[in-house]
């Protein structure tokens, strides 16, 4: 930690902020000389602060502070921390590494950042581009095992919990967050680093927006019943309901009704009578089902694989059978095991809402992204290098379903 004179001021304001920080946001400062600002808006677990040559991300969930110093001031030269609350990085990073254990690295391509991407611990990834780069000798992998390998990046980063926590190293969190939004806008906390605010508040707009107008269509569309959804997990011999809270949101948001509470807070053993007997008759109740059970081999998961599952002779009440409207997550997957579902599903939330409603309100001229349809044999899309079909160093533009 670097005690210099020059530099104790912003240790001292680093303090204070800690413990008052909430008094400098985006929004209300006054001598804020940065144009280019992000103002987080939905997200819950993290915020931004600007000052003239800096700025600080703080995480609302660890308290942890990442100093962004730009490159071109004096203070670059001059100041490092890495203490057990603060680090410092130099902005805008030249280059990075991605922890891809569940990484959503379509952020990064949303906002024409793979150029600066040379690292990541495994190839794989739910991206054509990032695989692109990955062939052409662009992006090294790196062995996990190795941590000190990621000290020759200006930033490595992270979205597991359960780190080390190497001076370089950034925690991305998007996951905690309790709505597809929220989820959505930590496009804003990835921008800070490359000085790219504009661009992602320009994604998370487009990103809100048709989220927003689709939910309003959605709410418009609603017939005399809203269609009943169940989440549903097959683990270990037992059978439970999702409990988190962006699925159950995302229900609602397509005009349909989550399973009641009292049926989804307990699991269901398939080899104890009474509970199978309970399982079949929620499911009775049930329109939509989408089976979010993980399997090695997603191919040779199909509709008989889940009615075995759920030990059922006869299935002549289940109206999403009779109405063929079962569905996975895995539609989009590379090499059998890495799902786009945890990569573009979480920046481009809209895309999933109107996967959702198609599904919901069927019309038959939407294909969905990430759901496939088991009732109907619908199968696995493959994503390779190939499937990168634009110039991977420019921005991606979100994909902006027709609303309306
Ligand atoms: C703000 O963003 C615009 C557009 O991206 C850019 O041209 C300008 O240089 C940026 N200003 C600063 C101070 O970073
Ligand atoms: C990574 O390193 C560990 C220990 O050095 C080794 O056991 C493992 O096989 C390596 N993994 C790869 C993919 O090279
Ligand atoms: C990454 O950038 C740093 C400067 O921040 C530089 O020293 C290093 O050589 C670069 N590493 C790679 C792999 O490009
Ligand atoms: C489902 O998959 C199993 C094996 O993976 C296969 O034997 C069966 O024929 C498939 N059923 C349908 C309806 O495709
Ligand atoms: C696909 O995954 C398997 C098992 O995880 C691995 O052995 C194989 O190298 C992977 N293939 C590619 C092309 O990455
Ligand atoms: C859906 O996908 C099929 C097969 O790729 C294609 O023929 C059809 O035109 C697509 N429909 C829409 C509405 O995009």
């Excluded at 989408?290 to 081999?297: A, G, H, L, N, R």
């Excluded at 997603?298 to 075995?308: A, E, M």
Aim: charged share 20%.
């Amino acid at each position: 930690m670097g005690f210099h004179d020059s530099s104790s001021w912003l240790l001292l304001f680093l303090a204070w902020f800690l413990s008052y920080g909430c008094l400098l946001a985006a929004d209300g400062a006054t001598t804020v000389m940065v144009s280019n600002i992000s103002k987080v808006e939905d997200a819950q677990n993290f915020h931004i602060y600007y000052g003239q040559t800096f700025k600080v991300i703080k995480n609302a969930m660890d308290g942890k502070s990442y100093l962004l110093i730009q490159s071109n001031s004096k203070m670059a030269a001059r100041t490092k921390y890495c203490t057990s609350r603060i680090k410092s990085f130099i902005i805008p990073l030249s280059n990075y590494s991605v922890d891809t254990d569940f990484f959503p690295v379509s952020f990064f391509e949303l906002l024409g950042l793979l150029g600066n991407m040379k690292g990541m611990t495994s190839n794989s990834v739910a991206s054509g581009c990032v695989l692109k780069l990955f062939e052409e000798g662009q992006i090294d992998v790196i062995n996990k095992t190795e941590p000190q390998q990621f000290a020759q990046f200006a930033a490595h980063f992270v979205s597991n919990k359960d780190q080390p926590e190497s001076c370089n190293f950034a925690k991305f969190s998007p996951l905690d967050e309790e709505t597809p939004l929220q989820r959505a806008e930590w496009i804003k906390f990835l921008g800070a680093f490359a000085n790219l605010e504009n661009r992602a508040n320009q994604v998370y707009k487009m990103v809100k927006d048709n989220y927003l107008c689709l939910t309003k269509v959605a709410t418009n569309k609603e017939n005399r019943f809203k269609p009943i959804v169940a989440w549903m997990l097959y683990d270990n011999g037992k059978w439970s309901f999702t409990k988190e809270g962006y699925k159950l949101k995302f229900v609602v948001d397509a005009g349909g009704e989550n399973i009641d509470g009292s049926m989804s807070k307990i699991s269901y053993d398939v080899s104890n009578p009474d509970d199978l007997e309970s399982l079949h008759a929620i499911l009775c109740t049930v329109d939509v089902v989408i089976d979010e059970t993980y399997v090695s081999d997603p191919v040779g998961y199909n509709q008989s694989t889940f009615l075995q599952n759920i030990n059922v002779e006869d299935d002549s009440c289940f109206a999403f059978v009779t109405k063929q409207s079962l569905w996975r997550y895995d539609k989009r997957v590379q090499n059998l095991t890495t799902l786009d579902w945890f990569n573009s599903a979480i920046s481009q939330p809209q895309l999933v809402l109107a996967d959702l409603i198609e599904i919901f309100f069927p019309t038959g001229n939407y294909n969905t992204t990430f759901f496939r349809n088991i009732a109907k044999g619908e199968g696995i899309i493959s994503i390779g290098a190939t499937m990168c079909d634009r110039d991977s160093l420019i921005p991606l533009e979100p994909t902006v379903p027709t609303c309306g």
